[in-house]
């Protein structure tokens, strides 16, 4: 079966510092891969996402990049951190093709400070 | 690009009544239509989805509508129970590769 995993679960940093968040899937080959960013009041932001090694579409002007170095890795980065960071930030995957549904990770919680 | 608005933002309701929950999209090319459920501390889960040649999915006590012309869509908890409490998100895409989530709406079950 397919499971996706990420982390860290949690992270407090200094604004101004570097960040990584990492996921990973396992069962599957070649999904879609994203980044969600889930705030009060705004939902579900769509902040990236991905249907190749190396294919990255950006949705939203701002700081982070993301980055899929292999077919089932999708890694999220800044350079340096802004207060406005923080938040929840969610990676998922789907298979794309015939189907939409989302697998969610558990999600990271990034503290900006 | 696609906007999706979800109303209303907050619902309580008793155990027992039915909850709707709406939501409003702007790109007609649209064509799939989910709906998640996110329990408190868990991740967001797919509960139903419509596909824009159907107007209507029903599955147990939830089902889900579409109004292609005015395009908004809505989903329909009958029979609520406490369990049912969680915040609720509707999305919106014109393929399976990207999805536009509303806001979400808090729905609150009381016995």
């Known amino acids: 079966s397919q499971t996706i995993h990420q982390w860290p679960a949690t992270l407090v940093q200094p604004v101004g510092s570097p960040l990584s968040l990492e996921c990973t899937v396992e069962?599957?080959?070649?999904?879609?891969l994203y980044w969600y960013r889930q705030a009060a009041g705004r939902g579900l932001q769509l902040l990236f996402y991905?249907?190749?090694?190396?294919?990255i579409s950006s949705e939203v002007p701002q700081n982070l990049s993301a980055s899929r170095p292999q077919d089932r890795q999708f890694i999220l980065s800044s350079k340096k951190l802004l207060l406005s960071d923080s938040g929840f930030y969610l990676c998922?995957?789907?298979?794309?093709?015939?189907?939409?549904?989302?697998?969610f990770g558990e999600g990271s919680r990034l503290t900006v400070l | 690009g696609e906007n999706v608005e979800q109303h209303p933002s907050t619902l309580s309701v008793q155990e027992g009544d039915s909850a709707v929950i709406k939501c409003t999209y702007s790109?007609?090319?649209?064509?799939?239509f989910p709906w998640y459920k996110q329990e408190l501390g868990k991740r967001p889960q797919l509960i139903i989805d419509?596909?824009?040649?159907?107007g209507e999915k029903k599955d147990q006590r939830i089902a889900v509508t579409l109004n292609k012309t005015a395009k908004h869509f809505s989903l329909h908890i009958t029979e609520t129970q406490p369990e049912d409490s969680a915040v609720y998100f509707c999305?919106?895409?014109?393929?399976?590769?990207?999805?536009?989530f509303g806001t979400g709406t808090r729905l609150l079950v009381s016995p």
């Open positions: 419509i596909r824009s040649n159907v």
């Open positions: 069962g599957t080959s070649n999904p879609n």
């Open positions: 998922a995957w789907s298979a794309g093709l015939n189907t939409g549904e989302l697998f």
């Open positions: 999305a919106a895409s014109s393929g399976f590769q990207k999805l536009v």
């Open positions: 991905s249907v190749g090694i190396g294919q």
């Open positions: 790109d007609s090319a649209s064509n799939y």
